[in-house]
């Protein structure tokens, strides 16, 4: 059989590059380079998602699978949606850690963190982007939500310690979303309680009979 000569490949590209230029150019169609850029980066992605359908011990290939269909989405977006630019890109490397997560939950729950920042970062990026606001409480909050989900999510035991950091976030960027006067002096005191009930808890389970 014969063999693929990437000179064929670059000619594609090229001639497809050119008449999107051209349909550009003449008014039949918008954001030509996005559209190009954006069909390269698919076929990337279908490559990688190939081997990782075919293969699941090739799980390594969802980060460049998600992280290329993230490119790609994001190129196809519309002027008018370019805000949300940040959001497809980071969704997409968050989809793969997510891929890599639920495909191997006992040895590969550590994938729930960065699946979860990143999609964080993504989320609150595009909402900057869209009101001009200060999203630093959506981003505490997300961060939390992230810690609490390694603590319920199935996977190895011994992730309890996740809701720790997981409440002091959330409760973080409560502070920071709402803008309540005076909201501290209630949530604060409720924070110190819920984690003062978790550590006697933990100390009356662990603690062996005599």
Do not use: H, K
């Not at 519309?78 to 997510?98: M, Q, R, T, V």
């Not at 005191?189 to 009930?197: M, Q, T």
């Amino acid at each position: 059989m014969r063999r693929y000569d990437p000179r064929l490949i670059i000619g594609v590209l090229l001639v497809l590059g050119g008449l999107l230029g051209l349909l550009d150019a003449i008014g039949i169609i918008s954001n030509a380079s996005g559209i190009f850029w954006g069909l390269v980066f698919g076929a990337g992605s279908l490559i990688f998602l190939y081997m990782l359908v075919n293969d699941r011990n090739n799980w390594w290939a969802a980060f460049p699978a998600f992280t290329l269909l993230g490119l790609s989405a994001a190129n196809f977006l519309p002027e008018a949606l370019d805000d949300f630019e940040g959001l497809a890109f980071f969704a997409g490397i968050s989809l793969g850690f997510w891929w890599v997560y639920f495909t191997g939950t006992l040895e590969r729950w550590w994938a729930i963190i960065p699946a979860g920042v990143l999609l964080t970062l993504g989320i609150t990026s595009s909402l900057e982007d869209v009101s001009g606001q200060d999203s630093g409480g959506v981003f505490f909050l997300g961060l939390g939500i992230t810690f609490v989900l390694v603590a319920v999510l199935p996977g190895g035991g011994g992730r309890s310690w996740a809701l720790i950091p997981g409440t002091i976030l959330l409760l973080f960027g409560a502070f920071r979303a709402i803008p309540n006067i005076g909201i501290m002096d209630y949530l604060l005191p409720a924070a110190l309680i819920i984690l003062g009930v978790y550590f006697l808890v933990r100390f009356f389970l662990n603690r062996s009979p005599e």
